[in-house]
């Protein structure tokens, strides 16, 4: 229930639904202040510099190679990232927030972490689908040259709550993984920072798949309107309700 109620809340927290309906309720009442209220909010949402620097305020910073250091046992890669909708299934699709899978390569082959805990079930709500997440991450992951007995698989979870719960069930299984790495995207890492504390676990962090960049004062990204930010902010508002949400439940 919890899971499907999580996609209806995409749903609700669209800024284009949000902008749509506000301007067809103008129109069915005749209201040129609805309109205008429409027009007015698509002029906000649309503009680039106020998506970036709302992002900027929510995603967690970068943490260096440096300040990261050495000798971590293992990272914990949370899924999310393929899109399980599209055919044909003989192949893994990764989205552009691939970037936190990229990064625990990296990490991987740079000698910083030794093995890679793959965090994920099925992020499908009714689709029928033959593999977890975890599963789909593992075959880039051994494509990548990852040897086998370096990656370990966590393929229950279907939100970051389950993610910390099964992934401490798994780590109770390997008692010589001591040190980790939690890999995920920036903006939901205070979120899945916050569930795994909530379960007694506390990884170092290194935070991937950046949405916001530098801070940037042109006249056109401050003034031209763009159909990213809308994504954008459905995005982002989508993952403070979740924090929210987590928070109210007693997750957090």
Not at 154 to 159: F, L, M
């Amino acid at each position: 229930m919890f899971f499907l109620l999580s996609k209806l809340l995409d749903f609700l927290l669209s800024p284009a639904i949000w902008v749509v309906g506000l301007l067809l309720l103008g129109l069915l009442r005749r209201s040129r202040r609805l309109q205008w209220a429409a027009l007015g909010l698509l002029a906000l949402l649309t503009n680039p510099f106020l998506i970036n620097e709302a992002l900027l305020a929510w995603e967690r910073p970068p943490v260096t190679l440096a300040q990261l250091g050495t000798g971590y046992d293992a990272g914990i890669l949370l899924t999310g990232i393929t899109e399980v909708r599209k055919s044909p299934h003989d192949r893994v699709y990764v989205p552009q927030q691939a970037d936190r899978l990229l990064h625990t390569l990296w990490l991987y082959r740079a000698g910083r972490i030794r093995r890679i805990i793959v965090s994920g079930g099925s992020g499908a709500a009714f689709d029928s689908v033959a593999r977890s997440e975890a599963d789909d991450l593992r075959i880039l992951l051994r494509l990548a040259g990852v040897p086998k007995q370096d990656i370990l698989l966590e393929t229950r979870s279907r939100n970051t709550r389950e993610n910390a719960l099964y992934t401490k069930e798994l780590l109770a299984r390997h008692p010589d993984i001591r040190r980790t790495v939690l890999i995920t995207s920036a903006f939901h890492l205070r979120r899945a920072e916050a569930c795994f504390a909530k379960v007694g676990l506390h990884p170092a962090s290194f935070p991937a798949g950046y949405f916001s960049i530098n801070h940037r004062y042109t006249p056109a990204f401050l003034l031209l309107p763009s159909e990213e930010p809308l994504r954008l902010w459905g995005i982002l508002l989508h993952e403070m309700a979740g924090y929210a949400v987590y928070k109210v439940l007693g997750y957090l």
